[in-house]
């Protein structure tokens, strides 16, 4: 599938944004006082906007996009608009009366934290439903996209904090095993993807041609000789070494070097503050991470230009 820049800021940013919206929700420690507060939720719903709104860069008419509020029984994209709305909404309202009064009500709270993770849950399904696409559809796929949006959020939240504890552990700790947990099961989602193949998954040319029964299929020229849509959006190719050295960057980056500086912070070597550089380094390997996670990915209609991976 072809690495659309514009998805991979989407899923990314809005992920981290929601996964703090979700850890100020659920009543992380804040330094006091109205601008401060206005701050620390001005950066986590403005990453959570700023993702929703660089998907629509990717539709063909962006002026269109509030009309797929309507398909929510049907469309796990429409369920997406309507949670993210939904969550944005509680939270203005959450952060509207913190700010003004100083209050955090843990109701409310909890609310707004459980509709985030349904948000970042929905955004994963309209990848995970696709049967079309063998390495999307696995039930690891919502786990990961939770995964990191929890890790990613709580770095960020964790970094402003106005305590280094956390249910008696240090945050840096919490933090360090969060963004282990995420990143072992990406690791287990990789493994999974690299032996769900179109061939594994019963596609081949035969299947998708119908043609099966009269013998084995074979690609005599293909169907055109430029590209189309399908072919630009659907048949992308990467080499493997390309991608095993991008695995590498995306692991150095979103896993050893973020863990590394919790663990340091964790172990009071560095202030906690520090884990503001772990998830910027976290959110940078995120993006080499969903690069490949669309790149890599194989399109049943692939099959059609002799592409049978």
């Not at 109205?34 to 998907?55: D, E, K, N, R």
């Not at 929510?72 to 203005?92: N, P």
């Not at 933090?175 to 594994?200: E, F, P």
């Not at 992308?236 to 695995?247: D, E, P, S, Y």
Request: charge should be positive; aromatic fraction near 10%.
């Amino acid at each position: 599938m072809h690495p659309a820049v514009s998805v991979i800021f989407f899923t990314v940013t809005s992920g981290a944004g929601f996964g703090m919206i979700a850890m100020l929700g659920l009543g992380m420690a804040m330094p006091s006082g109205p601008v401060a507060a206005f701050l620390i939720c001005l950066l986590a719903g403005g990453l959570a906007v700023a993702g929703l709104l660089s998907s629509t860069f990717h539709l063909g008419h962006p002026e269109r996009a509030w009309r797929a509020f309507s398909q929510w029984r049907s469309s796990w994209l429409s369920r997406e608009g309507v949670l993210a709305v939904a969550t944005l909404l509680a939270f203005a309202v959450y952060a509207l009366v913190w700010m003004t009064t100083g209050e955090r009500i843990a109701p409310l709270g909890i609310l707004v934290a459980v509709l985030s993770g349904l948000t970042v849950f929905a955004t994963a399904m309209i990848y995970c439903q696709l049967k079309t696409v063998p390495q999307w559809h696995q039930q690891l796929t919502p786990v990961v996209y939770l995964g990191f949006a929890l890790a990613s959020g709580f770095l960020l939240a964790g970094s402003f904090a106005s305590t280094t504890m956390l249910w008696g552990v240090r945050l840096g700790l919490v933090g360090g095993m969060l963004v282990i947990a995420a990143w072992l099961a990406k690791l287990a989602w990789w493994s999974g993807a690299s032996r769900a193949t179109l061939a594994a998954q019963g596609m081949t040319r035969e299947s998708a041609t119908g043609l099966g029964a009269i013998g084995k299929v074979r690609l005599l020229e293909r169907p055109h000789s430029g590209e189309n849509y399908l072919t630009r959006e659907m048949v992308h190719k990467i080499g493997r070494k390309h991608a095993a050295k991008l695995r590498v960057i995306a692991l150095l980056a979103g896993f050893v070097v973020p863990v590394a500086i919790c663990l340091a912070a964790g172990a009071g070597f560095l202030p906690h503050g520090a884990m503001i550089v772990a998830a910027i380094c976290m959110i940078a390997g995120l993006f080499v991470e969903r690069w490949l996670f669309f790149a890599e990915a194989t399109h049943s209609v692939s099959l059609y230009y002799d592409e049978s991976r």
